[in-house]
């Protein structure tokens, strides 16, 4: 029985999905297209270009990295985030420098 106890513990532990860094999803998923790469993609920290995405509304912006928009790949290519990361990630990039 503890044995057992154990492995559900560590199953548990392992499962756990931790809320990743912002500048992290970014540097590794976000960047390459949000950097210039992509001109109608908006740069991570551009206000003036963000404004009209988050009058959406974030549950939309949301949506549209989970599902694909546009010229941007479903899920961002960021494979292992919840919304919840998608989430900090826009807040981070949409912030003014």
């Not at 999803?25 to 991570?44: D, I, T, W, Y």
């Not at 790949?73 to 960021?78: K, N, S």
């Not at 990361?85 to 420098?97: A, G, K, L, P």
């Amino acid at each position: 029985m503890k044995i057992l106890s154990l492995f559900f513990l560590l199953f548990a532990i392992g499962t756990a999905h931790a809320a990743q860094e912002p500048q992290g999803v970014f540097k590794r998923s976000c960047g390459m297209c949000h950097n210039g790469q992509l001109p109608m993609a908006p740069r991570e920290g551009d206000s003036a270009a963000w404004k009209p995405r988050l009058e959406k509304g974030m549950n939309t912006l949301v949506k549209h990295v989970t599902e694909g928009f546009n010229a941007m790949p479903a899920r961002g290519m960021c494979m292992d985030c919840s919304a919840d990361d998608y989430t900090h990630v826009i807040e981070w990039m949409s912030r003014q420098n």
